[in-house]
């Protein structure tokens, strides 16, 4: 897609996001899973031209799972908006992230059977990773928020 990766030295803090591109369907997707939490964000349709807006992108469908995710207005409040300076979007080579970027691309090809991307997304992050001792990835995220911001 005609971008040049950044290497990123902050990979496990919560701020650090990580991207892959998959094709599906003959279709173009940007998998973005979060290096401390591995809370994965799937993107669709975004363009060659589109990048400089990814980070727009990625903040704004974000924030609509995470309030999907029933998570507290003012802990995601807080992480966006501390988030606007500090959320980077790179690439990795640390092997557990690529792992878990591996099984979403692989329960990629489930997303069609969900009414939303929001509840595919629901879905995928409730897959319980080793990494992060075997819990599902949003009650990592949240448990992370809530000791950051309350």
Same mark, same amino acid.
């Given at each position: 897609?005609? $971008?040049? @990766?950044?290497?990123?030295? /902050?990979?496990?803090?919560?701020?650090?996001?990580?991207?892959?591109? $998959?094709?599906?369907? /003959?279709?173009?997707?940007?998998? !973005?899973?979060?290096?401390?939490?591995?809370?994965?964000?799937?993107?669709?349709? $975004?363009?060659?031209? %589109?990048?400089?807006?990814?980070? %727009?992108?990625?903040? =704004? =469908?974000?924030?609509?799972?995470?309030?999907?995710?029933?998570?507290? @207005?003012?802990?995601?409040?807080? &992480?966006?908006?501390?988030? %606007?300076?500090?959320? =980077? !979007?790179?690439?990795?080579?640390?092997?557990?992230?690529?792992?878990?970027?591996?099984?979403?691309?692989?329960?990629?090809?489930?997303?069609?059977?969900?009414?939303?991307? &929001?509840?595919?997304?629901?879905? !995928?992050?409730?897959?319980?990773?080793? @990494? $992060? /001792?075997? /819990?599902?990835?949003?009650?990592?995220?949240?448990?992370?928020?809530?000791?950051?911001?309350?």
């Amino acid at each position: 897609m005609k $971008i040049t @990766p950044e290497e990123n030295e /902050n990979s496990s803090s919560l701020f650090s996001w990580h991207a892959n591109i $998959i094709k599906l369907n /003959n279709r173009k997707y940007i998998v !973005i899973v979060n290096g401390l939490s591995r809370v994965s964000v799937i993107l669709g349709g $975004i363009r060659s031209a %589109q990048l400089p807006k990814l980070i %727009q992108t990625f903040s =704004t =469908t974000l924030l609509e799972y995470l309030k999907s995710e029933g998570i507290e @207005p003012k802990l995601i409040d807080s &992480y966006m908006k501390e988030g %606007q300076e500090k959320i =980077t !979007i790179s690439k990795t080579n640390n092997r557990s992230v690529l792992g878990t970027m591996k099984e979403v691309t692989l329960f990629s090809d489930s997303m069609d059977s969900f009414d939303n991307n &929001y509840e595919f997304l629901k879905w !995928i992050n409730r897959v319980i990773h080793k @990494p $992060i /001792n075997y /819990n599902e990835p949003i009650h990592v995220f949240k448990d992370e928020l809530e000791k950051n911001y309350l």
